[in-house]
């Protein structure tokens, strides 16, 4: 057997290893996220547990699980974070302080309203009352920004993501390491509320079956070139 075919043998096995190696790798991926779907689901339908329990918990296990908390929103410590709607437009989700009893503060994410900018969306946000209100929610954990999102700016009041330290600096106050996104928003205001949506994208056996069908192609295209002789003709 000439070099050059053991060379392009050698060249077709690994390719199609290659190719099955990927497809398995999505399958195996495919269980994971069925898996944590189904934790995700579980633990968001539950009751909802005091939100110092909640913190208790390992750190894995706190997050979309429903809590509630009851404390005073802190007056003019209101931010709006840039978001993209369900339905496709540009809004403001609104983020407010909660001091509880014990002194300590968690973010709220009251909800989200429209607004053509910034300036607009800080203009028309709603106020918070005096008086102690109750929250009920899912706790999320701070946000880490993608490759593409934008830089925070506080000193625009320009919020791209959730950086919980530098909003608390903003604040005054310490914040717990959470966020609860409000079934609905604690001061009564009319805003979209329930902004926690547990959807992820599941397409990895999609993806699965395109890379064992390209295994299966390059296979059988490998075999047919290797058939032939270097003249062209099939071998017996």
Same mark, same amino acid.
């Given at each position: #057997?000439?070099?050059?075919?053991?060379?392009?043998?050698?060249? $077709?096995?690994?390719? %199609?290893?290659?190719?099955?190696?990927?497809?398995?790798?999505?399958?195996?991926?495919?269980?994971?996220?069925?898996?944590?779907?189904?934790?995700?689901?579980?633990?968001?339908?539950?009751?909802?547990?005091?939100?110092?329990? %909640?913190?208790?918990?390992?750190? *894995?296990?706190?997050?979309?699980?429903?809590?509630? /908390?009851? &404390?005073?929103?802190?007056?003019?410590?209101?931010?709006?974070?840039?978001?993209?709607?369900?339905?496709?437009?540009?809004?403001?989700?609104?983020?407010?302080?909660?001091?509880?009893? =014990? &002194?300590? $503060?968690?973010?709220?994410?009251?909800?989200? #309203? *429209?607004?053509?900018?910034?300036?607009?969306?800080?203009?028309?946000?709603? &106020?918070?009352?005096?008086?102690? %209100? =109750?929250?009920?929610?899912?706790?999320?954990?701070?946000?880490?920004?993608?490759?593409?999102?934008? +830089?925070? +700016?506080?000193?625009?009041?320009?919020?791209?993501?959730i950086e919980l330290d530098l909003l608390a600096?903003?604040?005054?106050?310490?914040?717990?390491?959470?966020?609860?996104?409000? *079934?609905? *928003?604690?001061?009564?205001? =009319?805003?979209?509320?329930?902004?926690?949506?547990? +959807?992820?994208?599941?397409?990895?056996?999609?993806?699965?079956?395109?890379?064992?069908?390209?295994?299966? /192609?390059? &296979? %059988?295209?490998?075999?047919?070139?290797?058939?032939?002789?270097?003249?062209?003709?099939?071998?017996?």
């Amino acid at each position: #057997m000439r070099a050059s075919r053991i060379l392009a043998i050698t060249l $077709a096995g690994t390719v %199609v290893i290659t190719l099955l190696f990927f497809g398995s790798w999505q399958v195996q991926r495919l269980f994971w996220k069925d898996g944590l779907i189904k934790i995700m689901a579980a633990r968001s339908a539950a009751p909802p547990m005091p939100l110092a329990e %909640v913190l208790a918990l390992p750190v *894995d296990e706190q997050e979309w699980t429903p809590v509630f /908390a009851s &404390g005073r929103l802190l007056p003019d410590a209101s931010f709006a974070l840039y978001r993209i709607g369900a339905n496709g437009r540009p809004g403001y989700h609104i983020l407010t302080p909660l001091v509880l009893e =014990d &002194g300590s $503060a968690v973010l709220i994410n009251r909800g989200m #309203m *429209d607004a053509e900018s910034f300036k607009l969306a800080l203009a028309t946000m709603p &106020g918070v009352p005096e008086q102690t %209100v =109750d929250v009920t929610g899912i706790l999320r954990p701070g946000e880490t920004p993608a490759f593409f999102t934008n +830089d925070n +700016d506080p000193d625009n009041e320009a919020w791209y993501w959730i950086e919980l330290d530098l909003l608390a600096d903003r604040a005054g106050v310490g914040l717990l390491p959470g966020v609860i996104y409000a *079934d609905a *928003d604690p001061a009564g205001a =009319d805003l979209r509320s329930g902004q926690a949506r547990f +959807d992820p994208p599941n397409r990895h056996l999609q993806y699965a079956i395109t890379w064992y069908c390209l295994a299966a /192609a390059a &296979g %059988v295209v490998f075999f047919l070139r290797l058939r032939r002789k270097p003249g062209g003709e099939k071998e017996i």
